[in-house]
């Protein structure tokens, strides 16, 4: 079994050599658990730090390990690691297991081509199945019932929506009904779905 000592040498080892190969300018891409997430590039390097900008615009501080920062800055940019007394801030740092940055080799970059790929066509067949639902006639008339009893009901606190549980039937969510007007409320709704099974 290895001593804590040589184990911890080969940890501080691999760090080194982490923090040296993330360089200015350098391209880099997030590693998550569900693989790799998003294409970016090294734009600012700190004594503690590193900052990403990712290829949507954003931007997002790491360690200079790669791993996520949780925390904060100070004026000068570097990640404050202790409170105003003194004390450590615990949870400033993401986990060598967890997510992290990594190279954006050849390889990491056909991944992420391909990734988005996939997602492009599942969002185009969302919007295809999304597209022929909403011409469909009957989907048109509900909606269009939605609105009318929506409307009917502006004012008296009340929320119509699709059912949860049964695309045919609708759900009413009433709030603010005073206490005085509850069994008058509760006789109406009675009578209605009666009446309504009746017919």
């Known amino acids: 079994m290895m001593d804590k000592r040589k184990l911890e040498r080969l940890r501080n080892t691999k760090k080194a050599k982490q923090?040296?190969?993330?360089?200015?300018?350098?391209?880099?891409?997030?590693?998550?658990?569900?693989g790799i997430g998003k294409l970016g590039?090294?734009?600012?390097?700190?004594?503690?730090?590193?900052?990403?900008?990712?290829d949507d615009g954003t931007t997002e501080l790491f360690g200079r390990a790669g791993q996520p920062f949780y925390g904060?800055?100070?004026?000068?940019?570097?990640?404050?690691?202790?409170?105003?007394?003194?004390?450590?801030?615990e949870d400033l740092w993401g986990t060598e297991d967890g997510p992290h940055l990594t190279l954006a080799t050849d390889s990491v970059k056909q991944t992420l081509a391909e990734k988005r790929k996939k997602?492009?066509?599942?969002?185009?067949?969302?919007?295809?199945?999304?597209?022929?639902?909403?011409?469909?006639?009957?989907?048109?008339?509900?909606?269009?019932?939605?609105?009318r009893y929506s409307e009917m009901l502006t004012g008296l606190g009340a929320n119509v929506e699709n059912s949860w549980n049964d695309a045919a039937n609708f759900r009413i969510e009433l709030d603010g009904i005073k206490p005085d007007r509850m069994e008058k409320l509760v006789e109406a709704i009675k009578a209605a779905l009666t009446k309504s099974d009746e017919g």
Do not use: H, M
């Open 19 to 34: 923090e040296n190969s993330f360089l200015l300018g350098a391209a880099v891409a997030f590693l998550s658990r569900t």
């Open 41 to 54: 590039q090294i734009v600012k390097i700190s004594k503690s730090l590193l900052k990403v900008k990712w």
């Open 72 to 89: 904060k800055v100070d004026e000068s940019g570097e990640a404050i690691r202790a409170t105003a007394s003194g004390k450590p801030i």
């Open 119 to 147: 997602g492009e066509e599942s969002r185009a067949q969302r919007q295809a199945e999304r597209a022929r639902i909403e011409a469909d006639p009957a989907y048109q008339k509900r909606q269009t019932d939605l609105k």
